[in-house]
């Protein structure tokens, strides 16, 4: 199983709908359950996905040095994919990661699904919780 915020699952099938006809690529960051700040009933160690990753980050020195800066180190095991082409799978086209929320028109919740990287359907529970609040340190 692997669970998601609703707030950041909306984000991302509205980006899929606004980039349509074009499909959405990004890497997905978790957060553990015991970092929130109210208790969401699962484990403390459980990862949440409550991030992503926009493919511009990072891409000026990977394409210099081949270095990916954009993932922060520990982080991206999980992508977003959308397929405007109504496929709710994983194909061999596809970037994939540990796991791979995919989303198709009309971009609903019900045209959201979450696989493995060999393509076997995980299944995906929405969290009704904000991520712990960040600040970048002074």
């Not at 699962?42 to 991030?51: G, I, M, R």
């Not at 194909?91 to 994939?96: G, N």
């Given at each position: 199983?692997?669970?998601?915020?609703?707030?950041?699952?909306?984000?991302?099938?509205?980006?899929?709908?606004?980039?349509?006809?074009?499909?959405?690529?990004?890497?997905?960051?978790?957060?553990?359950?015991?970092?929130?700040?109210?208790?969401?009933g699962?484990?403390?160690?459980?990862?949440?996905?409550?991030?992503f990753?926009?493919?511009s980050?990072?891409?000026?020195?990977?394409?210099v040095?081949?270095?990916?800066?954009?993932?922060?180190?520990?982080?991206?095991?999980?992508?977003?994919?959308?397929?405007?082409?109504?496929?709710?799978?994983?194909?061999?086209?596809?970037?994939?990661?540990?796991?791979?929320?995919?989303?198709?028109?009309?971009?609903?919740?019900d045209?959201?699904?979450?696989?493995?990287?060999?393509?076997t359907g995980?299944?995906?529970?929405?969290?009704?919780?904000?991520?712990?609040?960040?600040?970048?340190?002074?």
């Open positions: 199983m692997i669970y998601v915020t609703r707030d950041l699952l909306a984000v991302l099938r509205e980006r899929a709908a606004s980039e349509d006809p074009d499909g959405v690529n990004v890497r997905l960051s978790a957060t553990p359950a015991g970092e929130f700040e109210a208790d969401i699962l484990d403390p160690e459980t990862p949440v996905v409550t991030h990753t926009l493919p980050v990072g891409n000026s020195v990977n394409s040095f081949g270095v990916d800066l954009g993932t922060p180190a520990g982080e991206g095991g999980a992508r977003f994919l959308s397929h405007p082409d109504g496929f709710l799978g994983v194909s061999r086209t596809d970037d994939l990661a540990a796991v791979v929320i995919v989303a198709v028109p009309p971009y609903d919740g045209s959201v699904a979450a696989f493995d990287r060999s393509g995980v299944e995906l529970a929405v969290v009704d919780a904000a991520p712990p609040s960040e600040s970048v340190p002074e």
